[in-house]
């Protein structure tokens, strides 16, 4: 009597050991009875009939999924290699279940293909400068078509996009093209305003003949600083006109 009974104690304990599940705060279970879809349970403690019930665990947190690097050809037929990270959670465990296969190797190619698909009716400039607009197109995409599965994308990030060696040198003398023309730019407005400067102050002295008395003897000052061994000496014009009229013709 007592070992048949030592066999059920331990029958019993070996049954309930199979029937008790803890899930996390984070976890969900997927419950099927018979085969059938019985329910989501979850956190906490749960209990499971023993032969009768199996579940499949479901994790909530946000997945970050690096999404290897893609040949692009874009619209104006540049091959360039992106890589991008997609982030995205499940929000409804029955669909991630029962929609899909494997939920995280299905978004996985869903994005690689999307990213192909997408940045290749992009230019190379847009595809550099319009991240933010090309980010926000491929999340759309994305989770529209994950949605059936539960699956719920947050945000997708181009991390680098590869260019090749010849293209990169190409843009490199296109920007120092772009920084000289800038410059010329620059220059030519600058001596536009210094001829406009020189104009107002040509018409300010023409008014009183004395400051360019003053303006001869500034600079006759400027050049005795400087100690040089060689002096030139400007005559100004004015003084010798008198002595020139009295000269015979």
Do not use: C
């Not at 060689?230 to 004015?238: A, K, R, S, Y």
């Amino acid at each position: 009597m007592f070992p048949s009974l030592g066999v059920l104690v331990l029958l019993a304990v070996v049954l309930l050991a199979n029937s008790v599940r803890v899930l996390r705060e984070y976890e969900r279970g997927v419950i099927f009875r018979l085969g059938r879809f019985s329910g989501v349970r979850g956190p906490g403690l749960i209990i499971l009939i023993p032969a009768l019930e199996k579940m499949a665990k479901v994790n909530l947190r946000t997945v970050v999924m690096d999404v290897p690097p893609q040949d692009i050809i874009t619209k104006d037929n540049v091959s360039v290699k992106v890589n991008a990270v997609i982030y995205f959670r499940i929000l409804r465990p029955e669909s991630a279940i029962l929609e899909v296969e494997d939920y995280y190797y299905a978004t996985s190619q869903l994005a690689q293909t999307t990213l192909r698909s997408i940045l290749g009716q992009f230019e190379l400039d847009d595809l550099l400068s319009n991240r933010e607009q090309i980010n926000d197109e491929l999340q759309s995409v994305i989770d529209k078509q994950t949605d059936p599965w539960g699956v719920k994308v947050s945000s997708v990030e181009m991390k680098h996009v590869d260019l090749p060696g010849e293209m990169q040198r190409a843009m490199a003398k296109q920007a120092e093209a772009e920084r000289e023309r800038r410059a010329k730019i620059i220059h030519a407005e600058g001596e536009m305003q210094s001829a406009e400067k020189l104009a107002e102050a040509s018409e300010i002295m023409s008014r009183n003949p004395v400051t360019i008395q003053l303006r001869y003897l500034q600079t006759l000052t400027e050049i005795a600083s400087e100690k040089n061994s060689t002096v030139v000496f400007p005559l100004p014009i004015d003084l010798i006109s008198k002595f020139m009229d009295r000269l015979p013709k």
